[in-house]
């Protein structure tokens, strides 16, 4: 997938989920930052999404 079309996928998905995400804000006020991040990370399907996005990204740069 193009550069370009990865970097939109993934604003479109921030702006979409994660922006107003209220689960992560109540786990960030509750559990802190780390947690809530991991929380992204292991458990949300748009996490995962981001974090397959994101490989992307990498393997391209290097
Ligand atoms: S990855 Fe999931 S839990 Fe985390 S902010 Fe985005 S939508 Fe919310």
New binding site residues.
């Given amino acids: 997938m193009e550069r370009k079309l990865v970097v939109h996928k993934v604003n479109e998905?921030?702006d979409t989920?994660?922006q107003d995400?209220f689960?992560?804000k109540y786990?960030r006020q509750t559990y802190g930052k780390n947690h809530?991040q991991r929380?992204?990370i292991q458990?949300?399907?748009?996490?995962d999404e981001?974090k397959t996005y994101g490989k992307m990204l990498v393997s391209r740069d290097s």
């Fill in positions: 998905l921030l989920f994660c995400c689960l992560n786990l809530a929380f992204c458990q949300c399907s748009v996490g981001l």
